[in-house]
Antibody, heavy 119, light 107 residues
Framework: EEQLVESGGGLVRTGGSLRLSCTAS????????VNWVRQAPGKGLEWVSS????????YYADSVRGRFTISRDNARNSLYLQMNSLSVEDTGVYFC????????????WGQGTLVTVSS | DIQLTQFPSLLSASVGDRVTITCRAS??????LAWYQQKPGKAPEVLIY???TLQSGVPSRFSGSGFGTEFTLTISSVQPEDFATYYC?????????FGPGTRLEIK
């Protein structure tokens, strides 16, 4: 079964840091573009960051550029999001997704991990 | 950056109704648009990609159309399990923005 499982969410103070992980199974992770999408409580979906299969192409939303760093380890079938200088506006569920421009969709989503930033 | 708008933001329907949701892009995106369904507490699921291609396993009552700046998602006969929030997403260029969502509720 193809699966994406996020971990690493939790409660953190403003200005703090957190590292999210996403572990893939059931498909050839190293060939896919993967992404992070977040959703604030009661709000819509917001694309956060994308990384190509070989880590050559990396993109960030303006709202996180300079504070968040996306990376991947294809040997470990894992995607990461290092989040620094967190603010209350970063609170939400963070989803790991698989797919990109060439696929024309995010065909697979993890269940999400909740990040709560409190002052 | 390409912005997406959706309307209506809230849609009330009865089981069996035909409903249409519209997504408009701030500039032309060819057919680089996907539609997702999200139920409360769950991750979104893709319904349509490339504007009109039905994702495998998605019921045929869902259909998509459009090109350029205007796109539609149609449910031909709403079923009880279809009451959810629907989002469009453009893949023409980064940032790959989502629309604000349309909530389909029971009338």
């Amino acid at each position: 079964e193809e699966q994406l499982v996020e971990s690493g969410g939790g409660l953190v103070r403003t200005g703090g840091s957190l590292r999210l992980s996403c572990t893939a199974s059931g498909f050839t992770f190293r060939t896919d573009t993967v992404n992070w999408v977040r959703q604030a409580p009661g709000k819509g979906l917001e694309w956060v960051s994308s990384i190509s299969s070989d880590s050559v192409w990396i993109y960030y939303a303006d709202s996180v550029r300079g504070r968040f760093t996306i990376s991947r380890d294809n040997a470990r079938n894992s995607l990461y999001l290092q989040m620094n200088s967190l603010s209350v506006e970063d609170t939400g569920v963070y989803f790991c997704t698989r797919g990109g421009r060439w696929d024309g969709r995010y065909m697979q989503w993890g269940q999400g991990t909740l990040v709560t930033v409190s002052s | 950056d390409i912005q997406l708008t959706q309307f209506p933001s809230l849609l009330s329907a009865s089981v069996g109704d035909r409903v249409t949701i519209t997504c408009r892009a701030s500039q032309g995106i060819s057919t680089s648009l996907a539609w997702y369904q999200q139920k409360p507490g769950k991750a979104p699921e893709v319904l349509i990609y490339a504007a009109s291609t039905l994702q495998s396993g998605v019921p045929s009552r869902f259909s998509g159309s459009g090109f350029g700046t205007e796109f539609t998602l149609t449910i031909s006969s709403v079923q009880p399990e279809d009451f959810a929030t629907y989002y469009c997403q453009q893949f023409n260029d980064y940032p790959v923005a989502f629309g604000p969502g349309t909530r389909l509720e029971i009338k």
